[in-house]
T-cell receptor
Framework: ETGVTQTPRHLVMGMTNKKSLKCEQH?????MYWYKQSAKKPLELMFV???????ENNSVPSRFSPECPNSSHLFLHLHTLQPEDSALYLC?????????????????FGSGTRLTVV | KNEVEQSPQNLTAQEGEFITINCSYS?????LHWLQQHPGGGIVSLFM???GKKKHGRLIATINIQEKHSSLHITASHPRDSAVYIC????????????????FGKGTHLIIQP
C-alpha cells in the first residue's frame, strides 16, 4: 500500500448506470488528483483539488463529476458514460505549497480503478 | 507533438545490461518526475528532479535544464525491473505555488530477459 487507497479496483458498468470511484489518502497531503489512462495514450490529468478547492478541470466531460469533501477523500462520480470512457482511473496526492511560496514534492499514486463501460 | 517525449517506446534487453531511457520536454517546468508502472496499473514515483543527478540503488536519473532533457539509467538490470517507465513534468507556475498536476510522456515499456 502506498498510502493512497482506491476503491473499487475493478468496475464494470452499463451506460445508464451511476457509480462512484473513491480515493482516500492518509499522508496528510493537501492536494489530490484524478488521472485517466486509456490504452495507447499517455496519462491525462482530469481534476486537481488543492486545499479542498477544485483548481483545474482539464476540459473533462460533465458525465464525470468530482467531489472532495475533505483533504483526505476524493470521489469521482460517473453517470451515463460511454464505452470510450473505459480506462484505468488513477488517484494521486501531494503536499503542495500555499500560493506565493513554491515548494515541490513528489506524488503518491493509488493502484487505480480499472473501469469497463459496456 | 507531445509536450513530453520519451524514447525508446519499447526496449528489450538481457539481464545485466545497462539501460538508458530518454525524456525531452518542450515546456517550462519546476520539476521532472520518473515513474514506474507495473502490470496491474499501480504507479510508483522513482525520482523527482529539478537539477543535476539523483541515485537510488541501481537507478540513476539526470536532468539538463538548458537542453530540456532527462535520462533514467538502470545499472545491472534484472527481470524484476521489467515495467513501464514514465517521464512526467510539473509545469512552472508563474503565479506561484499551488497544485497543478503532471503532464506525462507515453512511457517506455522495458522487458529484461533472464
Amino acid at each position: 500500500e502506498t498510502g493512497v487507497t482506491q476503491t473499487p479496483r475493478h468496475l464494470v458498468m452499463g451506460m445508464t448506470n451511476k457509480k462512484s470511484l473513491k480515493c482516500e489518502q492518509h499522508l496528510g497531503h493537501n492536494a489530490m488528483y484524478w488521472y485517466k489512462q486509456s490504452a495507447k495514450k499517455p496519462l491525462e490529468l482530469m481534476f486537481v483539488y488543492n486545499f479542498k478547492e477544485q483548481t483545474e478541470n482539464n476540459s473533462v466531460p460533465s458525465r464525470f463529476s468530482p467531489e472532495c469533501p475533505n483533504s483526505s477523500h476524493l470521489f469521482l462520480h460517473l453517470h451515463t458514460l460511454q464505452p470510450e470512457d473505459s480506462a484505468l482511473y488513477l488517484c494521486a496526492s501531494s503536499q503542495e505549497s500555499r500560493r506565493g511560496t513554491v515548494h515541490r514534492y513528489g506524488y503518491t499514486f493509488g493502484s487505480g480503478t480499472r473501469l469497463t463501460v459496456v | 507533438k507531445n509536450e513530453v517525449e520519451q524514447s525508446p517506446q519499447n526496449l528489450t534487453a538481457q539481464e545485466g545490461e545497462f539501460i538508458t531511457i530518454n525524456c525531452s520536454y518542450s515546456v517550462g517546468i519546476s520539476a521532472l518526475h520518473w515513474l514506474q508502472q507495473h502490470p496491474g496499473g499501480g504507479i510508483v514515483s522513482l525520482f523527482m528532479l529539478s537539477s543535476g543527478k539523483k541515485k537510488h540503488g541501481r537507478l540513476i536519473a539526470t536532468i539538463n535544464i538548458q537542453e530540456k532533457h532527462s535520462s533514467l539509467h538502470i545499472t545491472a538490470s534484472h527481470p524484476r525491473d521489467s515495467a513501464v517507465y514514465i517521464c512526467a513534468v510539473t509545469r512552472y507556475m508563474y503565479s506561484g505555488g499551488g497544485a497543478d498536476g503532471l503532464t506525462f510522456g507515453k512511457g517506455t515499456h522495458l522487458i529484461i530477459q533472464p
